[in-house]
């Protein structure tokens, strides 16, 4: 059964910076794209930045390029999202999705709600 669980979100400042996390089980995760959406209520969830199986690759929307890092740890089956400058814009929930690498499969996390209020 696979699951993928995020965490980190949470209440920040505008200019202020978060850590998301996601948390892999069962599956061979380097066999996986990784990448993290996010949605507003009554949007699209809007894909946000993704990174290759191996980690060499990473890409990310025009709207948080600058801003935000994504990175992954095979070993402990982890990705990362690292948020700076945080804008009020930013306010939604997070998901982490792994796409398989040879087809379309694809599993999504629950999400975490990211607030950037002062």
């Known amino acids: 059964q696979v699951q993928l669980v995020e965490s980190g979100g949470g209440l920040v400042q505008p200019g202020g910076s978060l850590k998301l996390s996601c948390v892999a089980s069962?599956?061979?995760?380097?066999?996986?794209?990784m990448r993290w959406y996010r949605q507003v209520p009554g949007k699209e969830r809007e894909w946000v930045a993704s990174?290759?199986?191996?980690?060499?690759?990473?890409n990310y929307s025009d709207s948080v390029k600058g801003r935000f890092a994504i990175s992954r740890d095979n070993a402990n089956k982890m990705v990362y999202l690292q948020m700076n400058s945080l804008k009020k814009e930013d306010t939604a929930v997070y998901y982490c999705?792994?796409?398989?690498?040879?087809?379309?499969?694809?599993?999504w996390g629950q999400g975490t709600q990211v607030t950037v209020s002062s």
């Open positions: 999705n792994a796409r398989y690498i040879a087809n379309s499969n694809g599993y």
């Open positions: 069962g599956l061979i995760f380097r066999n996986y794209i």
């Open positions: 990174i290759s199986n191996d980690g060499y690759r990473r």
